[in-house]
């Protein structure tokens, strides 16, 4: 996809996430549905101009994701959607999102400052997590855990922009989901007794674990079929060259 492709596909995905969850806001059970049905379109056409190792990845990601969810949402009750369900468009979204990521982190001008760029995600996270620890009534402390977990992944993981990229994204996407009431963090994590803001500081360090396990996954499948799989076992996935630098 080139530069332009990746730019459209970025305003794209975040007119129709925006659109998606305004309407979502006080929509009916059968428009929650409509919505979800757009959402797939949306991630299958764009998964149709991608790369079938893309596409993978993507998918695998998807995977992951969405157990992930279940197991918030569903089971754990770390959060809840609006209508205590996992909507429809949540998988596709979780989908888009990555694809999104993906190529945006590729993007020769954000590749060529891609040092800065981390630094100041990372220094933009650091005073979130702080400042989720001073707010009243409770400290933030599952911000610190997965402030945490995005310090190691940009510290040690292979895709420090990949992370910073989905961590800024992520952030977006939280404040305005949350803002609207589409969903929303329990105060104290069940079980855990662990504080948390609403949304939590740090929240997009999320998405590089699941990129990291979603690679593990991917490079665990080539090793059962490795003539098959042994083009795409080198890059452990499909992230474009110049977010791999």
Same mark, same amino acid.
């Given at each position: 996809?080139?530069?332009h ?15 998606i ?18 959402m ?12 079938? /190792?893309?596409?993978r ?68 996270? +650091? ?11 409770l ?38 989901? +949350? ?20 949304? /939590?500081?740090?929240i ?14 991917i ?7 490795p ?16 977010a791999?630098?």
């Amino acid at each position: 996809m080139s530069t332009h492709g990746t730019l459209a596909l970025l305003a794209g995905f975040t007119a129709a996430g925006a659109a998606i969850l305004a309407l979502d806001a006080a929509a009916p059970v059968t428009v929650h549905a409509l919505l979800g049905v757009a959402m797939w379109a949306f991630l299958a056409a764009a998964l149709a101009l991608q790369p079938a /190792p893309v596409r993978r990845q993507v998918l695998v990601l998807m995977c992951v994701a969405t157990a992930l969810e279940v197991i918030g949402s569903l089971v754990w009750r770390a959060y809840t959607y609006r209508l205590d369900d996992l909507p429809l468009y949540v998988p596709a979204g979780h989908g888009l999102f990555y694809l999104v990521a993906l190529r945006t982190a590729a993007l020769p001008l954000l590749a060529r400052h891609a040092r800065p760029i981390v630094l100041a995600v990372t220094a933009g996270a +650091t005073v979130w997590m702080v400042a989720g620890l001073v707010r009243p009534p409770l400290p933030d402390l599952l911000g610190l855990v997965v402030w945490a977990v995005f310090i190691r992944f940009v510290v040690r993981g292979r895709y420090p922009l990949l992370y910073a990229v989905s961590f800024v994204m992520t952030a977006g996407l939280e404040f305005y989901g +949350t803002g609207l009431g589409i969903w929303a963090w329990s105060p104290v994590l069940p079980g855990l007794m662990l504080p948390a803001g609403n949304p /939590p500081a740090c929240i997009g360090a999320g998405y590089a674990a699941m990129d990291a396990l979603t690679r593990r996954i991917i490079g665990a499948l080539d090793a059962r079929a490795p003539r098959r799989g042994s083009a795409r076992a080198e890059a452990g996935g499909a992230l474009p060259a110049e977010a791999s630098s």
